[in-house]
């Protein structure tokens, strides 16, 4: 009786000794050249090393044929050095992704010299008690699809990062569903179904969507002191239409501003933690090119996907200056790159997403972009976050908190991504494939800021035969000649 541990020990001898006489004669080859036999030598054939004749005959086929193609990737890599075309010998401080502003809100507001309200605009509140009669019946239970469809049911299988490891104790390996991809589904699967509750409005048909839209913003330094700002960011969704939003805010208290004071930093700069690079666009940049019909934002989606731990206020930091970037770059292509205090205000509305569990809401009105100095008329903001109410020593203490849209059973999943489990490994202590809470105020705020701007009073959801589901992305309703006709014409 053969031992299969025999066998695999005299395999290993046979494969070592094999690679042990491999490397014995590539040395030789190395010291001595190839190895000519003697008789060769002694006959007088004429030896040709074929390797150096294959190489003469690439190079003289390289220096007659061109052969590789004018395509970034085919070209060297170039270094930040005066090489690089984007290179610029005056430095700057640049705010771009993964910046993380270590005061946070305050520091957000002295850098885009922005007034910060918390609370809903009152548009907000009209359009709220405008879309109440257009929801859904089974609103949760689509919402709740979505997010399923969006952590659970993606067949993604990529390799997530692996757990900080504590106490010794190493995490293996996990493949699922990434942070940024669980992300995007979401904010893409809510706002696919925020449509379909407008279906029947055909002022929705201006609407446009872009993803992965670039804003560049540049600035002067006021000071000779100072340095260059560049805002360099990046929308995840941008929603965009024909015509501007309404202010947010009135002439009246917009002139208010003047005498509102923006957060002291002293003694800290308000460019700290932003990265002094040479290697940085100078021109303003807006996604869209000059006479696109649909180019003015209403809301932007602005996703936040770090591992790391960061506040609430970096946060907000972010999304407060995505959307100073994007309305700073409407603003110099509508009135010039010299304008101060616009003869119009611009507004747009922005969502957080913060891994795809936690939202907050916020509508920016931009009313100059005067950096020079922090006095007169400021940009103004709303941010509209939940809260939490605690008794500490006898006093009501309110936190802010984000919008959390859904929880695990499994609390620890979804800080680094969201595993994919087979069969086996399903039979946990508690349900781990299902959602444990479903929070319908977050749809509630999404359909809040899709309806700005909608003229709801024209808009008459058609009745439903009873007993029928309304029609979703997962079971369309049969073609009727109405939609034929109209999707001839789109």
Not at 104 to 116: D, F, S
């Amino acid at each position: 009786m053969v031992h299969f541990s025999g066998v695999l020990r005299t395999r290993h001898r046979a494969v070592y000794h094999y690679k042990r006489q491999w490397r014995l004669l590539v040395e030789k080859q190395k010291l001595g050249g190839p190895i000519v036999p003697q008789a060769y030598l002694d006959a007088g054939v004429k030896i040709i090393n074929a390797a150096a004749e294959q190489k003469e005959l690439e190079n003289a086929i390289e220096g007659h044929f061109d052969w590789k193609p004018d395509h970034p990737m085919f070209r060297p890599a170039v270094g930040d050095g005066p090489e690089n075309p984007r290179y610029n010998e005056i430095p700057a401080r640049i705010f771009r992704r993964g910046t993380q502003l270590a005061e946070g809100l305050e520091q957000a507001q002295v850098l885009t010299k922005t007034v910060v309200v918390k609370g809903v605009p009152p548009v907000w509140e009209y359009a709220a008690n405008q879309i109440k009669s257009l929801r859904f019946e089974d609103e949760d239970e689509r919402g709740r699809r979505c997010v399923m469809q969006s952590v659970r049911w993606d067949p993604s299988d990529l390799e997530l990062p692996k757990r900080v490891m504590k106490y010794g104790h190493l995490y293996p390996k996990y493949w699922g569903i990434t942070l940024q991809k669980a992300n995007d589904l979401i904010c893409q699967n809510l706002l696919r179904l925020t449509e379909l509750t407008f279906s029947g409005n055909p002022q929705i048909l201006t609407r446009h969507l872009a993803k992965n839209a670039l804003v560049n913003v540049t600035y002067e330094p006021a000071r000779p002191t100072d340095s260059r700002i560049v805002f360099n960011c990046n929308n995840a969704l941008m929603l965009t239409d024909t015509q501007q939003l309404p202010a947010f805010f009135t002439p009246e208290q917009v002139n208010l501003t003047k005498e509102t004071k923006l957060p002291s930093l002293y003694p800290l700069k308000p460019t700290l933690n932003l990265d002094e690079v040479q290697v940085y666009d100078w021109e303003t940049a807006y996604p869209f090119l000059e006479g696109f019909k649909h180019a003015m934002p209403h809301t932007i989606f602005v996703q936040h996907n770090s591992a790391e731990e960061w506040t609430l206020a970096q946060k907000q930091s972010k999304a407060l200056i995505h959307s100073h970037a994007t309305l700073a770059a409407l603003a110099r292509r509508l009135y010039g790159a010299d304008v101060g205090v616009l003869p119009r205000p611009l507004s747009i509305q922005c969502v957080l997403a913060d891994r795809g569990r936690h939202f907050t809401f916020y509508a920016y009105q931009l009313n100059t972009l005067d950096m020079a100095d922090q006095e007169g008329v400021k940009n103004q903001a709303w941010v509209d976050t939940d809260s939490s109410t605690a008794v500490v020593d006898d006093v009501i203490v309110t936190t802010d908190l984000p919008y959390t849209l859904f929880s695990l059973a499994d609390q620890m999943e979804g800080l680094m991504g969201y595993q994919m489990y087979t069969e086996k490994q399903s039979v946990q202590r508690y349900p781990i494939r299902l959602l444990n809470t479903y929070n319908p105020a977050v749809m509630e705020k999404l359909l809040t800021l899709y309806a700005t701007h909608l003229h709801l009073g024209h808009h008459h959801q058609q009745q439903q035969p009873q007993g029928q589901r309304p029609a979703d992305g997962l079971n369309p309703p049969p073609l009727t000649e109405k939609h034929v006709a109209r999707r001839a014409v789109a």
